[in-house]
Every structure is written in C-alpha cells, then in structure tokens.
C-alpha cells in the first residue's frame, strides 16, 4: 500500500516509515501542515494517511479537512498525544477514520492501518478552484484569498470536505465548536453570513446552499 505520514517529531516519523516499509508499504511523508498539503494531497495516490494532530504550523483537525476539500479520500487515522474526550471528538469531526493516542505500540499502528486500508473510502470530487490553507485558515480562489477565522475555517471545511453531500448542521456546529458547546440557530445563520460573502469577495467558483431543516452543501456557484 502507499502510505502518507504527517508527523513533527523525527524520531516517531523515522519509527513509522521504518515499520511500514518492512511491512511492504510505500510511505510519503511530512513534518508540517504546509507540506502535507503539497505531498498528501489527491495525486500522491494514498491507500491511507496517518496524521499529527499537534503540527507546527497547524493543527492536523484543519489540515484534514482541507485535503478532504482538494479531493484526498484516503482514510485518516490520527495520532495524538490528547486522550481528553473532547479533543477526541473534535477529531472524528475533522473526518477522522481511528486514531492512536501516543505513547503507541507499533503493531497496534501497523494493525489500524491494514485495517483502513481495507475498509477504504468512496472518492470525493474536489471542490475545484477553492483551495483552503490550514495552516494560515484562508481561502483561495480565482479572485484572490480571504482569511478566516478558526471557527469559519473549520465551518466551510466540514462541508467543502464533503462535495455533494448535505451536512448536517450539528456537524457543522461539532466542526466549529468543542464538545458540549451551547450554539443557537441564529449564531450559527451569522457564522454563515460572514462565510458566504467572504467567498464571493474572492469569486469563489462555489456558494454554501442552506438546504432548510437539515444543513448545508457545497454547490457550484452559478454564473
């Protein structure tokens, strides 16, 4: 299989592409956000990703999402050294697949990885022309770049991530907000607002559609 590892520390990068490639895989890796955005996305071919989630420059719960939006389906399984309930939560909320909670054993890395693998991913379309940057939470498109803000990022991430698909505003809310976060309808329609005209400051080739009662889905912007 061709794996793809994000992860700061040297030493457990060097212990994972190790025991990966004697178990026969291929292995990309990357030390930054910024780097797994150019070497992870949809052209490195990955069967699985194995994400950091305390990165230098970004937190692994954004860059994620962000590989989701350029059309990156591989399943995630992230490492972290965060065991509180909460952190764990806003991981499945950033499209995790498993994770492992550091110090690991190898074999149980190796064992979750085979086990990805296997389970698979459906391909999701990129949201083309918008490209979103983790590690500075911006937004790119043909008319320029906006910056947001965390919670905007992480709002227009969970559903560019997920092309097609309505999301459901409770995810939106988990993507945005920690765990047990108390967010009215009204924060976040403002959230929304704001999203929607920083895109078309930029001429995004994409709009968020409100589908009423339900959530939010990423539509071709029409002409």
């Given at each position: ?10 030493s457990?990068r ?41 990165l ?16 990156q ?6 490492l ?122 930029i ?21």
């Amino acid at each position: 299989m061709r794996i793809g590892i994000c992860e700061d520390d040297l030493s457990i990068r060097k212990v994972l592409t190790r025991a990966l490639e004697q178990a026969g895989h291929t292995v990309v890796a990357a030390h930054t956000g910024s780097e797994a955005i150019a070497l992870l996305g949809p052209d490195a071919d990955l069967d699985v990703l194995v994400m950091d989630i305390g990165l230098p420059d970004a937190d692994g719960r954004d860059v994620v999402p962000a590989l989701r939006s350029a059309g990156q389906h591989a399943p995630v399984l992230f490492l972290t050294a965060l065991s509180a309930t909460h952190e764990l939560l806003g991981a499945f909320a950033a499209g995790a697949d498993d994770y492992v909670v550091k110090p690991f054993e190898i074999k149980e890395v190796l064992a979750r990885v085979q086990a990805l693998a296997l389970r698979g991913r459906p391909p999701a379309a990129p949201s083309d022309g918008l490209v979103l940057d983790p590690t500075a939470h911006s937004a790119r498109a043909p008319g320029g770049r906006v910056l947001l803000t965390p919670t905007e990022f992480r709002m227009l991430a969970s559903i560019t991530s997920r092309p097609g698909d309505v999301v459901r505003r409770r995810s939106v809310v988990a993507a945005g907000w920690p765990d047990g976060s108390q967010v009215s309808e009204n924060t976040i329609d403002s959230f929304m607002r704001r999203i929607r005209r920083k895109l078309a400051t930029i001429s995004a080739p994409v709009e968020i559609e409100t589908v009423r009662g339900v959530g939010f889905r990423m539509a071709e912007r029409e002409p």
